[in-house]
């Protein structure tokens, strides 16, 4: 069977999950402590992150990046980054603008900072960081907003991975309780459709030990 | 004609360039001073970074990951991310490595704090952080080393993204004089074959103002 070696809280495992989902891929989810630093688990990735996708044919793909790649070209039913050159090349910017500047500016300061160095014992978090998160949170929250409302997709027409990418992130930090989203209505409208999509149910029912999220978090119509 | 938006030491503009220059694609340079937010540029890039590529035709694409995967598609012989599946998420993994892991390890540590701060007026450089940069890069030439000794080029039988993502970086550090060849025979000889390839002929002539790069920076046989 296909197993996606994933953690329940990581932005780029969800982001995975839902790509699956979306094609309709089965795959069984297993938790790997990427601290323990697993033998087996760095012979495949010795970067030893998450996510990492194990085909039943045993070809291992690491990286989130890759993975959505490889997802498209081998499963290219429901295609999630776009037809045109054009549709690829906006997928792919918005991609990269939120797992790259989303993740260095919002996600790396609340959700690192804040949850995983006290979970896994690494000091006290940085009071500035924090404060940098939730200062990012809102012109970001913006910008989806301005996209979702000048687009039907974030990235264009259809739904593609940008929307995952996204939705992956915020609700990660959703969960923590971190996003307060009477600061767009049109984000938060666009985040209620999303949140309905398949592969969100399987997130929306993930807990973490000794984190309960928000009422609204699982809530459709929060 | 075909522009490329680019900043001399950004090792994600290098690896442009040195895609390009591998399926011989013509484009003409130009550098772009991302902390004066000039507004056209801003229009096409929210994010603010290079590199951008804009194709003649009007499209701009965004991102050195989304040029990258653009040109493979747009550009198709002389294929950068290899044929197979399994060869493409080998070449995609090592991507994310020097792109990701290698980025925030070494160059982050030793371009941005050593170098880019001060020439930006951002305040002094975090001692912590270059001491960590310098204790980073051994270990990432001793892996480019392996697998440069286990296989032709880094992500296999063929020269790849990874060989252009790695050989970015390393050169924008190598500029400054940060590299000790002497630590690693294997990723030495594997750097003076890619040294000699096409494009890189054009990044090695490149000097920014104000800093002057070692002896060996553009020797062939360093």
């Known amino acids: ?58 070809l291992s793909i690491v990286d989130s990046y890759a993975i959505c790649e490889y997802l498209d070209e081998a499963y290219p039913d429901g295609p999630l980054l776009g037809r045109t050159l054009a549709e690829r090349a906006e997928v792919r910017r918005l991609v990269a603008w939120f797992d790259g500047k989303f993740n260095a500016e919002v996600t790396r300061n609340l959700l690192y900072e804040k949850q ?36 039907a997709w974030l990235a264009g027409h259809a739904l593609s991975l940008a929307d995952l990418a996204a939705a992956a992130h915020l609700s990660a930090l959703d969960y923590l309780g971190e996003i307060d989203w009477s600061q767009s209505d049109a984000a938060k409208d666009w985040y209620a459709r999303i949140k309905s999509r398949p592969g969100f149910r399987s997130l929306l029912g993930d807990r973490v030990s000794g984190l309960t999220p928000p009422d609204h978090y699982a809530d459709l119509d929060f």
């Open 116 to 151: 995983m160095k006290r979970l896994l014992g690494r000091g006290n978090p940085d009071a500035a960081a924090i404060r940098a998160g939730y200062a990012n949170l809102k012109p970001h929250l913006d910008y989806i907003g301005w996209l979702a409302e000048t687009r």
């Open 1 to 58: 069977m296909r197993i996606l070696y994933h953690l329940p809280l990581s932005p780029f495992s969800r982001k995975v999950r839902l790509a699956l989902a979306e094609k309709r891929i089965p795959f069984d989810l297993r938790v790997e402590r990427v601290w323990e630093r697993r033998e087996e688990f760095l012979a495949v990735n010795p970067a030893c992150t998450v996510p990492v996708l194990q085909e039943a044919n045993g």
